[in-house]
């Protein structure tokens, strides 16, 4: 973890001289930023992914009827299908999983009084007047909310919310594409019960979906600054990189235009 904290302090000494104080949170800006560089082929590859399978539909509607309820039979013709299209149902969840290290970094090396036996430097640091190695609470117990630190939190609050509002919104879009059914299936026909268990377990995930990047104002309040810092700048990077990624994918250029 020393190897990560000198790291952080060679960022913030190169931009002191345009961030001054602030210095060591425009390194964290930057660092998640380059994090998120090195997981973006990953991204792009989730989005062909999600592509391929969404191309797929209309097959698997087929291998459906042709099966009936034979569910062995249809997994494996489904494997098969997967294979065959070179489609991985699990590589959306490659870029979430490789960033995980970088902000269990920051929370433990913004959370940590010592570093290598010798006293953390970097919860010195602040942005504008909050500690970087704060909380929330300690800025509503120093100020209250609409004190030098609690705006900070405001401030990143509102990022959050309005970020989560158009995530919303896409992901209710998108998900009402998803739940339109392909020509000639019928969603119950020739489905097993378990399936139709299955299908319905799925559509009241899907309702829950649209509201979970609000968890994230969570996060942001109980976490470290510096580690909020992280989830809020992952949080714009990954909703500017979807719509870029799945614009042409149906449900999305509505959704975005719903926000313009």
Request: aromatic content about 8%.
């Given at each position: ?5 000198h790291?952080v ?8 001289p345009l ?7 425009a ?13 973006h ?7 062909r ?22 569910r062995?039979?249809?997994?494996k ?15 959306g969840?490659?870029?979430?999983l ?29 942005l ?33 919310t ?44 899907g309702?829950i979906?649209?509201f979970m ?12 600054l ?9 949080t ?6 979807r719509?870029?990624l799945?614009r ?11 926000l313009?």
């Open positions: 973890m020393s190897v990560f904290a790291l302090e060679h960022i913030a000494d190169l931009l002191q961030f001054h104080a602030s210095a060591a949170a390194a964290i800006v930057l660092f998640t930023a380059l994090v998120r560089l090195l997981v082929p990953l991204s792009r590859a989730a989005a992914g999600q592509r391929a399978r969404a191309a797929l539909q209309p097959r698997i509607a087929e291998l459906r009827k042709e099966h009936g309820k034979d062995e039979k249809f997994q013709a489904l494997m098969e299908l997967h294979a065959e299209e070179k489609v991985s149902p699990l590589s969840c490659l870029p979430s490789l960033q995980m290290p970088a902000f269990f970094l920051l929370y433990h090396l913004f959370s940590s009084s010592t570093i290598g036996g010798e006293a953390n430097a970097l919860l010195g640091h602040e504008f007047a909050a500690p970087l190695g704060g909380r929330w609470a300690d800025a509503l117990g120093d100020g209250g909310p609409f004190g030098p630190a609690g705006l900070v939190y405001l401030a990143l609050f509102a990022v959050v309005a970020v989560a509002c158009f995530n919303y919104v896409r992901t209710k879009r998108t998900a009402a594409v998803a739940a339109a059914p392909v020509a000639g299936e019928d969603r119950n026909e020739d489905r097993s019960e378990s399936e139709q268990a299955t299908a319905a377990a799925l559509a009241s995930v309702r979906m649209p990047s609000f968890l994230t104002l969570i996060t942001v309040a109980v976490v470290p510096a580690a909020a810092l992280y989830v809020v700048t992952s714009a990077w990954s909703a500017v990189e719509a870029v799945y042409d994918m149906p449900g999305a250029a509505s959704a975005t235009a719903a313009v």
